[in-house]
């Protein structure tokens, strides 16, 4: 079945401690991008990938770090998470740029405190 | 800069009645249009999408939407709503290199039996 996985779903950590949500497609998708979703703001992007290696900035980056080392794989790292970074991140995945439909994980909800 | 307006936060609706949810963007060129649906708990679903062509484009779930160049607006419209149709509706809009995209804030549907 085609589709993109997250893990953790849910997480609760405490102000500082380092960590990381796994994204991973089964589509061969060239690029993935990650979002947070908060109430009245819609979804803001976070950062994406074009492909391997190659990854740039959204709009909202501050304290996030993404990598892409494989093609299937697109991990979200907080070194120093905040209470302000609690929300609900979604990872997506298309065929390649442009106007292609993306593909969303099931979200992860995680809660900083 | 790209943005997505969705004027209206919610919208309630009698079921077998019509809807039109509002999406108004700001770009300078002719970007990628998309609508996305969000059911309760779960990622987002691509209902339809639009770059080129024919201005009116259909969409999954008897959805259609129509671009308007003149007015910088992809309103989305069903004829006839059903009690599943209830959830939370964004519209975003690509750049014509297609990395970014701008999520609307979301209209939230909800269905009167």
């Known amino acids: ?113 | 800069a790209q943005s997505v307006t969705q004027p209206d936060i919610h919208i309630t609706v009698s079921e077998g009645a019509s809807l039109e949810l509002r999406c108004n963007y700001s770009y300078g060129a002719t970007p990628y249009l998309f609508w996305y649906v969000q059911s309760p708990g779960q990622g987002l679903q691509l209902l339809l999408k639009y770059f080129s062509g024919d201005t009116l484009v259909q969409g999954i779930k008897g959805f259609e939407a129509e671009f308007k160049r003149s007015q910088s607006s992809f309103n989305l419209r069903k004829p006839s709503v059903h009690w599943s149709d209830a959830a939370e509706y964004f519209c975003a809009v690509g750049d014509t290199g297609g990395f970014k995209t701008i999520f609307g804030a979301g209209t939230r549907l909800f269905v009167k039996a």
């Open chain 1, 1 to 113: 079945e085609a589709q993109v996985t997250q893990n953790p779903r849910y997480l609760i950590t405490v102000t500082g401690k380092k960590l990381t949500v796994t994204c991973s497609q089964n589509m061969n998708h060239e690029y993935m991008s990650w979002y947070r979703q908060d109430p009245g703001l819609g979804l803001r992007q976070i950062y994406y990938s074009m492909n391997v290696e190659v990854t740039d900035k959204g709009d909202v980056p501050e304290g996030y770090k993404v990598s892409r080392k494989e093609k299937r794989n697109f991990p979200l790292i907080l070194e120093s998470p905040s209470p302000n970074q609690t929300s609900l991140y979604f990872c997506a995945s298309s065929l390649r740029q442009g106007a292609y439909e993306q593909y969303f994980g099931p979200g992860t909800r995680l809660t900083v405190t």
